[in-house]
């Protein structure tokens, strides 16, 4: 028995086969001689050099892009230094609630990087009102509001889907689902679904946190309290659901989140967000 040159899972490799010696050495001489001939194709490997070297630029740049999108929103949240981590734990609340609805991994990725920036609106409030001790006046209460509609313009007709989710969020994330929520009175579903997590992690998050008019509550104080919003400030669907993952937004909740932390989490190989 001889043996022959036949390709083996893609390689050239040698067999056995019933041939006589003579007839093997011809085949395993024009097997060779039709390799060697083959030049090899440097055209190709330029190529894909080129395409690896583009994708590392494109998720750098795309690094880059979460990266001055979260400092923006920083810039924000120092207006209202009694925020703290505020902005990075929003992120990670309405990312655990949108992996517990089962929304779709890209949609995700743009909630998480986009909800950061729900406030961005509050760079152009007075400093005298955002950092106001007691109560607000009703005209000053009107002006507060306006940040919704400030951060919707900053990212208007943006061609970005991670900008415009952040516009849309920054636009309806104190709208209620019972329709008393402003600017636009919205009412149930007719509330993006973005909008409609980050309502309800941003009330989680003001009430665990202390600020210059109230003292933080305890966890449970404030997952009780999320519980009377359900139909009326929030989506009864989304509060069963926050409540199902208590132990996930625990986690959060002691978590002490950075935006160095934050960033070094970026996974360049998740789907793009569109940015």
Known sequence: MGYRLWPVKGNMGYIPGRSSKKETAKEETGALEAIESKPVDLDLLK??????????????LRESHIEMILRLALAAECKDPDTGGH??????????????????????????????MHDIGKIG??????????????????????????????????????LGAAGQIAQTHHEKFDG???PNAMRGEAIPIYGRIVAMVDVFDAIVSKRCY??????????????????NHLDPKLVKVFHQIEKKVRRVYEANVTIENFIADFKPNVPDPGI
């Open 87 to 116: 902005i990075l734990r929003i992120s990670d609340y309405a990312t655990e609630a949108a992996k517990a609805i089962g929304m779709a991994p890209d949609q995700i990725e743009i909630l998480r990087y986009a909800s950061p």
């Open 47 to 60: 190529l894909k050099k080129a395409y690896e070297d583009l994708e590392e630029t494109h998720r750098q």
């Open 125 to 162: 409030i007075p400093d005298r009102i955002l950092q106001k001790p007691g109560k607000l006046t009703p005209e000053e209460w009107e002006i507060m509001k306006q940040h919704t509609v400030i951060g919707a313009r900053m990212f208007l007709n943006s061609r970005s889907p991670l």
């Open 214 to 231: 109230k003292e933080k509550w305890s966890f449970k104080k404030a997952m009780d309290y999320i519980l009377t919003l359900s139909g």
């Open 180 to 182: 008393t929520g402003y």
